[in-house]
Structures are given as structure tokens and as C-alpha cells.
């Protein structure tokens, strides 16, 4: 990317674009099962003699979750807090204004999985680590044969920089440079459990094999640059197309994709009672390219394909949630899928903020989706 000069104690005034003083980037991850452990770290470094405000679009998986975010100069630590964009965006620009070293990560509006990374007033000489760690679940490919890791380190394919570049919340404006001379630095620790063999497409890579109960996985050449996804794919020693359990400490995740003839044999099965729970996002980011609407035409969809005699409920979520049933499900009768879609026909992006977790916690909540499950 590229970075314009900023007057700190009056407006903007433009120059000549300088490149991000950004040094190097290192990938470190742990994969257990099918989830990923992710922390990607940068190094910035101003060369320039007067303070700079160094902005960095990196990009990550899309249905990643970012949990931490620390910068570090010198012997001094911030770890950042979760707060509301806007008011996030005026304490960084009214840091910047009284000189002080200010760090944002935010999620970029044009593209939902571009982070933008603003490390303000860098001074002269001085290098800044900035380190960011999320999680991710990995992607069954090939029929359910194999997992596949994806480290995304190029903006090129999901972003068109011709339209427009991006913007701090200070007001320094940036632009996309497709080719850099940074490197990536990869480490990956893989438990071996149900993984037979692990290959990339992407790159040339080490795998260690000594130890007993893990893979040590590194690129195979020095001075990687990024310039292309890191994908790292583990053939497993069994398919697991159907159904996917992760058990951790206190958490159990389970993944459950039926295929066709599942369907077929279920609801052709007079002696099952066919139980469909749809739980629907209307947070206000839903209102965003009318996701709302999708929503709506797919549940109305759902709702015409349901069997005779199955029992079912809908249930809307955002910072808190409503259920179109108080029981946790009503038989499928004329009465109940004209309420059913009265609902779907009414329903809004209206219900605040994604608090999936908080739904979760519910009695009521945990009850239904055990049922679910």
C-alpha cells in the first residue's frame, strides 16, 4: 500500500505517497481437528524524520473471529479493547491530534474479510509489532477426503483496487500496491490424529515427522513473499464428509452436512417426527445488501418444502431473540405457516448487535438448540 504525510496539528495536506514502512510478516498457527488457531504478526518500522501514520489492509479467512490484538514498542505492551467503531475511531484520532501513539484494527466496510490495521504518530526510527490472533474452522475439500488450512496474504483477488482505495479514520488516504518486496515468515503445529498425509498447493513446504503426535510444517525456500494464499491441505486417514465433532475443554463443536438420500429416507419415515428449527440473523448488519431480503426469500422457500405432520419454530436473534413459537416447536398446520409467514414477510434487521454467545447462555436458548443438534 501506499502512505500519504500527515500534518498532525492541521488539516491534510498531500505529498508525494510513500510505501508503509512495514518490514516483515510472520504466520504462526496450531490446528487441532478442524479448527485453526491463527496469529499473524507485523513489524513496521518508520524511516522517515517526521511521524507517520502507517495503514495496512491484511486480509484473513471470512468466517474467521478475531479474539487479540496487541501492539508492542519497545518495552511498552497495549492490548486493545473492544468498543464501538465510532467512538473507537474518535479516541485513535483525538490520540493522534495530542501526539500519542494510537493503534486501530477494524473491519473494512467494502470487504468483510479485509481487516485495515492504523498504527499512528510512528516515530523517526522507531518500530512497532503489531500482532493479531483469530480462529478459524478449516474447509472439508475433495468429497470429505481432505481439510484444507488457507492463510490469505493478497487483497488482489478480493478487492478491485481500480474502484477505490481505503481510508483511516484520522483521514489519511491510501491506495492497493499489488507487488511488494515483504516476506511472510510460516510455522504450523498440526496434531496427527486422523491426518495421513500433508501437501500444499501453494507453496514449497518442510514437514517434520519426528515427533510422535504432531507436524511441524515450514516453508521449504527462505524469503517467501506474498504474493499468493498460503493453502496447506491434510488427507485424512478416513472420510468425514457427514459429520465433523471437535471436543475441547468446556466446548463441543459438531458440523453436520446431510446428503440427499439422509433426507429422503427421514421424511419418508412415518415413524420419525421431523423437528426444523431455523435460527435467523437480524442484527442491523443484515440490512446491509438487503441480506435481510435473501433471508426472507429463503425462509419463505423453507417454509413451503416442509413435510406434512413435522413439527417446527423460528427463531430471530441479534442482541437478544424472539421466538415465533413459545414451545421449542408446533406442529406444521395451516394456522401455524400462515403465522410462520406473516413473520417472515414482516421480519426487519431490528434487533441490534450480532450476541450469538448471549442467546447461547439462555436456558431457554441452550434447550432449543440442543434439540437442534
Not at 478449516?138 to 478480493?158: H, S
Not at 500496491?177 to 498425509?197: L, M, W
Not at 414451545?327 to 450480532?354: K, P, S, V, W
Request: proline residues 3%; negative net charge; aromatic residues 8%.
Amino acid at each position: 500500500m501506499m502512505q500519504r504525510k500527515r500534518d498532525w496539528d492541521s488539516s491534510i495536506h498531500e505529498s508525494l505517497p510513500l510505501y508503509v514502512p512495514l518490514k516483515r510478516v510472520s504466520a504462526d498457527a496450531t490446528i487441532r481437528s478442524f479448527a485453526a488457531n491463527v496469529t499473524i504478526t507485523q513489524v513496521f518500522q518508520n524511516h522517515e524524520a517526521v511521524p507517520i501514520e502507517a495503514v495496512y489492509c491484511f486480509p484473513i479467512e471470512e468466517q474467521a473471529a478475531v479474539y487479540a490484538f496487541v501492539a508492542r514498542i519497545g518495552d511498552r505492551e497495549i492490548v486493545a479493547e473492544l468498543k464501538e467503531k465510532k467512538q473507537a475511531q474518535r479516541e485513535y484520532n483525538n490520540a493522534l491530534r495530542e501526539h500519542h501513539g494510537a493503534y486501530l484494527l477494524e473491519q473494512d466496510e467494502e470487504s468483510q474479510d479485509n481487516f485495515i490495521i492504523n498504527v499512528g504518530a510512528l516515530l523517526p526510527n522507531q518500530e512497532c509489532h503489531i500482532t493479531m490472533s483469530y480462529v478459524s474452522e478449516l474447509d472439508l475439500v475433495q468429497n470429505g477426503t481432505k481439510i484444507r488450512f488457507v492463510v490469505p496474504t493478497t487483497i488482489a483477488p478480493r478487492y478491485n483496487p481500480n474502484v477505490g482505495g481505503i481510508g483511516s479514520p484520522a483521514g489519511t488516504k491510501t491506495e492497493y500496491v499489488q507487488s511488494a518486496p515483504y516476506t511472510i515468515d510460516f510455522h504450523c503445529c498440526v496434531e496427527k490424529f486422523g491426518i495421513s498425509r500433508v501437501s500444499s498447493i501453494s507453496h514449497p513446504i518442510q514437514v517434520d515427522v519426528s515427533r510422535e503426535d504432531i507436524y511441524m510444517i515450514e516453508f521449504a525456500q527462505d524469503n517467501t513473499h506474498l504474493d499468493r494464499d498460503i493453502i496447506i491441505d491434510f488427507e485424512l486417514t478416513e472420510n468425514r464428509s457427514n459429520t465433523i465433532i471437535a471436543v475441547e475443554s468446556g466446548a463441543l463443536m459438531v458440523s453436520f452436512t446431510p446428503a440427499e438420500q439422509d433426507c429422503r429416507r427421514i421424511i419418508n419415515d412415518g415413524n420419525i417426527t421431523n423437528e426444523f428449527i431455523f435460527i435467523v440473523d437480524c442484527s442491523g448488519s443484515m440490512d446491509n445488501e438487503n441480506k435481510i431480503g435473501l433471508a426472507r426469500q429463503a425462509m419463505l422457500l423453507f417454509l413451503k418444502s416442509l413435510p406434512v405432520d413435522c413439527h417446527f419454530n423460528i427463531i430471530r436473534f441479534g442482541n437478544a431473540y424472539k421466538s415465533l413459537f413459545s414451545d421449542i416447536t408446533a406442529i406444521y398446520t395451516n394456522e401455524n405457516a400462515r403465522q410462520a409467514e406473516q413473520l417472515i414477510n414482516t421480519m426487519r434487521a431490528d434487533l441490534g448487535g450480532t450476541e450469538l454467545v448471549r442467546f447461547l447462555t439462555l436456558s431457554n436458548g441452550a434447550q432449543i438448540l440442543m434439540n437442534f443438534l
